[in-house]
T-cell receptor, first 111, second 114 residues
Framework: SQELEQSPQSLIVQEGKNLTINCTSSKTLYGLYWYKQKYGEGLIFLMMLQKGGEEKSHEKITAKLDEKKQQSSLHITASQPSHAGIYLCGADWREGNKLVFGAGTILRVKS | DSGVTQTPKHLITATGQRVTLRCSPRSGDLSVYWYQQSLDQGLQFLIQYYNGEERAKGNILERFSAQQFPDLHSELNLSSLELGDSALYFC?????????????FGEGSWLTVV
């Protein structure tokens, strides 16, 4: 959806480096979900953010939702090959109880 | 393992045929969602059911239909299949279907139309 944009489209990082993926919404987010997908496989739930300024962490992955609730970032610290995959953000705009997804960010980690 | 079970995992069928994809939601989840993922369109919402009733509809073609049964499992029926219907079809579930509930996805069903 052009109303939900992810950047960058793809990313190649050296193992051990930090990286950030952004998700920008044209509308107020009532919920922002982050998922990880290996190509051709299911989506693995990472985190859900709902409140402006909220930040959540799981292992080396941290996600934040800005105060205006229109942008989220996903930050990976000290990347590892296991972090490689496609990261998808999903927006809950309270429109019909569905999530609208961004195009995804393909992450490759070089060891 | 998300707890959402989809069958079959892979399916190859010819144009014009009809297939049924099946989904069992996580234990306790009342809401089921269907999504289609393709290279050109990305992940697209098709339809949502809550406790047996249709709750929301996305860009679902008229050739496609779905239902949720009393035991809460769901089926997505795809008919008059075209080459462009080849995609990964996901089922997802959540507790209530209301905003703020975590939505868990299954492993998907790969459909190839030849």
């Amino acid at each position: 959806s052009q109303e939900l944009e992810q950047s960058p489209q793809s990313l190649i990082v050296q193992e051990g480096k930090n990286l950030t993926i952004n998700c920008t919404s044209s509308k107020t987010l009532y919920g922002l979900y982050w998922y990880k997908q290996k190509y051709g496989e299911g989506l693995i739930f990472l985190m859900m953010l709902q409140k402006g300024g909220e930040e959540k962490s799981h292992e080396k992955i941290t996600a934040k939702l800005d105060e205006k609730k229109q942008q989220s970032s996903l930050h990976i610290t000290a990347s590892q090959p296991s972090h490689a995959g496609i990261y998808l953000c999903g927006a809950d705009w309270r429109e019909g109880n569905k999530l609208v997804f961004g195009a995804g960010t393909i992450l490759r980690v070089k060891s | 393992d998300s707890g959402v079970t989809q069958t079959p995992k892979h399916l190859i069928t010819a144009t014009g045929q009809r297939v049924t994809l099946r989904c069992s939601p996580r234990s306790g989840d009342l809401s089921v969602y269907w999504y289609q993922q393709s290279l050109d369109q990305g992940l697209q919402f098709l339809i949502q059911y809550y406790n047996g009733e249709e709750r929301a509809k996305g860009n679902i073609l008229e050739r496609f239909s779905a239902q949720q049964f009393p035991d809460l499992h769901s089926e997505l029926n795809l008919s008059s299949l075209e080459l462009g219907d080849s995609a990964l079809y996901f089922c997802a579930s959540s507790v209530s279907g209301h905003s703020g509930n975590t939505i868990y996805f299954g492993e998907g069903s790969w459909l190839t139309v030849v």
